[in-house]
């Protein structure tokens, strides 16, 4: 981890800026939409419900959210000013390393859910790239509220 809250702030903000873009880009796109068609043959309501949220073009509003929640961050770390010392760098790395275990937890999830069902491929690949990053955003958020004083 860095002694430089800015390089925390301009890593979690380009990574956000991508997944914004792509999640903007595509939940209104003619291409994307013909690849997606309500299916409601896996036996979990919540993944039929995600799929319509997806289709709705509504994950463009999911994009918003990341731009918020990272802006937030980068105008608290900015308005910040003094570097990381020892203790916060040690809380940094163990909020990066529980997101680490969240990630090694769902990929092998992610894939027990592809192999289900391959149909909804996509929707279980959205849903892990959400609930990941936002488990990030929000990790990184309550850090830098915590540790902006």
């Given at each position: 981890m860095t002694k430089h809250p800015a390089a925390n702030a301009l890593f979690?903000?380009?990574l956000s800026a991508f997944y914004a873009f792509l999640f903007i880009f595509i939940s209104d796109h003619m291409e994307f939409q013909s690849m997606m068609h309500l299916k409601r043959t896996?036996?979990?309501?919540?993944i039929n419900t995600f799929t319509g949220f997806i289709m709705g073009g509504n994950m463009k509003y999911v994009g918003y959210a990341i731009i918020v929640i990272a802006a937030v961050i980068l105008v608290i770390t900015l308005l910040r000013r003094k570097k990381y010392d020892e203790y916060q760098q040690s809380i940094q790395?163990?909020?990066a390393l529980a997101v680490g275990i969240l990630t090694i937890v769902m990929v092998?999830?992610?894939l027990l859910f592809i192999l289900t069902d391959p149909n909804y491929s996509i929707e279980f690949i959205f849903l892990f790239i959400i609930i990941h990053w936002f488990c990030v955003l929000i990790t990184d958020l309550i850090y830098v509220v915590k540790y902006s004083r």
């Open positions: 979690v903000s380009v896996l036996q979990i309501p919540f790395a163990r909020c092998p999830l992610l």
